[in-house]
């Protein structure tokens, strides 16, 4: 079962800030917050990864709730080559033997709009 | 270019064939993974590979086998006995199953089973 909660669609204006909520509020202490997205009909594309701290590549950034809880992906700029589906995915360890798992949810459609 | 192939892109069966989907890769990566989606889903995990000869089922292996013969390539087979198999199928390589290691997906094999 999915670990994270997102909204099914959001839509954000060509050149503003999208933000993306995530809610992970069962997540373990070790377990790191992922985020891909996938343009229709293609493969996932990495976007970036976190456990505790905020991070920023130069795709995004991910804000971390200091509980842990929730998460939000930030595309500073939004282009129209933004449109995808975006996933929060929590990565477990099933077996305890440090061979890790991607947990997938729905994702969130989101539609950059002109 | 490194990266990870598929083929077909589309690909049509009979109900009550086996029929097996490739996957090569170029990235000298040691794991290996096959995913399901379906419409409007995330990802499940099939099957996946931390290194030649080896395996292991993910969440939602009935129904298809695959092999590991060389660290290029992890062909999956899908059987009579899975159910329901018309689906959108993936295949992702990563560095290893440890650590941070993204996972590089390849284009993806719509299969439909007629």
């Known amino acids: 079962d999915a670990k994270t909660t997102q909204p099914p669609s959001m839509d954000c204006a060509e050149g503003r800030a999208a933000n993306l909520p995530c809610n992970h509020s069962?997540?373990?202490?070790?377990?790191?917050v992922y985020w891909y997205r996938q343009i229709h009909s293609q493969g996932p594309q990495y976007i970036i990864h976190g456990l505790k701290n905020n991070e920023t590549n130069e795709m995004a950034s991910l804000i971390i709730t200091e509980d842990r809880k929730s998460s939000t992906l930030i595309l500073p700029h939004a282009t129209l080559r933004d449109t995808a589906v975006y996933y929060c995915i929590v990565r477990v360890d099933p077996l305890g033997d440090s061979n890790y798992q991607l947990i997938w949810g729905a994702g969130t459609k989101l539609i950059i709009k002109p | 270019d490194g990266g990870i192939t598929q083929s077909p892109k589309y690909l049509f069966r009979k109900e009550g064939q086996n029929v097996t989907l490739s996957c090569e890769q170029n990235l000298n990566h040691d794991a290996m993974y096959w995913y399901r989606q379906d419409p409007g889903q995330g990802l499940r995990l099939i099957y996946y590979?931390?290194?030649?000869?080896?395996?292991q089922k993910g969440d939602i292996a009935e129904g298809y086998s695959v092999s590991r013969e060389k660290k290029e390539s992890f062909p999956l087979t899908v059987t009579s006995a899975q159910k329901n198999p018309t689906a959108f199928y993936l295949c992702a390589s990563s560095a290893g199953t440890s650590g941070y290691n993204e996972q590089f997906f390849g284009p993806g094999t719509r299969l439909t089973v007629l």
């Open positions: 590979s931390q290194i030649v000869n080896d395996f």
């Open positions: 069962t997540i373990s202490g070790n377990e790191y």
